[in-house]
T-cell receptor
Framework: DAGVIQSPRHEVTEMGQEVTLRCKPI?????LFWYRQTMMRGLELLIY????????DSGMPEDRFSAKMPNASFSTLKIQPSEPRDSAVYFC?????????????FGPGTRLTVL | AQSVSQHNHHVILSEAASLELGCNYS??????LFWYVQYPGQHLQLLLK??????LVKGIKGFEAEFIKSKFSFNLRKPSVQWSDTAEYFC???????????FGPGTRLSVLP
């Protein structure tokens, strides 16, 4: 398997623009997680899905952030409008049946810079 | 609030030195404990995990960790580090109450050849 795939790897945008980050989990994995990593706050769980259904989005910082998982092989994280403080590395991870107790496989991350 | 702390921000060691990275978590009932590692230019990957049973857990690449419930700690150890162990190490906790997964801030390990 190719592992968790994220695109783009780098994104530079201007404040106020819409940003969409994409993730393809490992085939057969039931759980998908979105994390954000910043120097100030470290790695934070934003939202996670089980069988394409959002289970907990309490980590999503603001209404400007939204995530969807239309099918088992694709998820998006959207920021609209983007702000400079959204600059971070965004990771997607997937795991098999047991969610948090299972090993999470991480993607390479998307480094977002908002000017 | 559920939180995870790691004792050191940056550790510098010479090859063959012994390593211990500290991790403490806030009380939150039943937990599962993990150490993840991120080598330069690579993805985050699992090093080892503890669910139950023997509190001394062995992972990949000669790493081990000890769960001490009374101290809410899960320290990572390796008897003799190599240059290839240079990486960032993250302690993480799955809190069953609230079904939350919390990462520590990470410890950067630099091993000098």
């Amino acid at each position: 398997d190719a592992g968790v795939i994220q695109s783009p790897r780098h994104e530079v945008t201007e404040m106020g623009q819409e940003v969409t980050l994409r993730c393809k989990p490992i085939s057969g994995h039931d759980y998908l997680f979105w994390y954000r990593q910043t120097m100030m706050r470290g790695l934070e769980l934003l939202i996670y899905f089980n069988n394409n259904v959002p289970i907990d989005d309490s980590g999503m910082p603001e209404d400007r952030f939204s995530a969807k998982m239309p099918n088992a092989s694709f998820s998006t994280l959207k920021i609209q409008p983007s702000e400079p403080r959204d600059s971070a590395v965004y990771f997607c991870a997937s795991s098999f049946r047991s969610g948090f107790t299972d090993t999470q496989y991480f993607g390479p991350g998307t480094r977002l810079t908002v000017l | 609030a559920q939180s995870v702390s790691q004792h050191n921000h940056h550790v510098i060691l010479s090859e063959a030195a012994s390593l211990e990275l500290g991790c403490n978590y806030s009380y939150g009932g039943t937990v599962n404990l993990f150490w993840y590692v991120q080598y330069p230019g690579q993805h985050l990957q699992l090093l080892l995990k503890y669910f139950s049973g023997d509190p001394l857990v062995k992972g990949i690449k000669g790493f081990e960790a000890e769960f001490i419930k009374s101290k809410f700690s899960f320290n990572l150890r390796k008897p003799s580090v190599q240059w290839s162990d240079t990486a960032e190490y993250f302690c993480a906790v799955n809190y069953w109450d609230g079904q939350n997964f919390v990462f520590g801030p990470g410890t950067r390990l630099s091993v000098l050849p």
